[in-house]
């Protein structure tokens, strides 16, 4: 019989979120934006996976504001700025130095930071419920802290 909490310890990191097949992003990263029901516009700098939707970062008058895919509007025009390549990209297995023994995990989450690239990464497990007063289960991380992992 499989031990199943030893299971769950050995694969929850490196499966999807979003399932087999990743949702498409609705906008690039630098990609101006329209904000709905406004005339304000901004550019988005990051996308993270929470509650079964994309989260975009989108940076408007110098506030990031955190939203859905139905709170703005993509234009296909990108921010005028000299942007570095991510060392990773959304959906990429990635080992972490989390304990004693480096730990695989999937990149959930990208974000531009005064071009510098942080990732985000599952560092407690889904199942466990998070409480009132328990951090989120992600953490951001840059590409120093992760290595590539070939599946």
């Not at 509007?73 to 390549?85: F, R």
Request: charge should be negative; aromatic fraction near 12%.
């Amino acid at each position: 019989m499989i031990n199943q909490i030893t299971a769950l310890e050995s694969c929850w990191h490196i499966s999807p979120p979003w399932g087999q097949v990743m949702p498409p992003l609705v906008v690039q990263m630098h990609e101006k934006v329209f904000l709905s029901g406004s005339d304000l516009s901004g550019y988005c700098c990051g996308v993270h996976w929470e509650a079964q939707e994309w989260i975009y970062a989108i940076v408007c008058f110098g506030e990031t504001l955190y939203l859905p895919r139905r709170e703005f509007y993509a234009t296909n025009l990108w921010e005028n700025a000299t942007v570095s390549i991510p060392a990773f990209k959304l959906g990429d297995v990635v080992e972490v130095d989390f304990s004693e023994q480096p730990t695989r995990r999937i990149i959930q989450g990208i974000f531009s930071l005064k071009n510098n690239w942080l990732y985000a990464v599952d560092w407690r497990s889904p199942i466990l419920e998070e409480g009132t007063l328990a951090p989120s289960r992600t953490i951001w991380l840059a590409d120093v802290d992760l290595v590539s992992v070939d599946v």
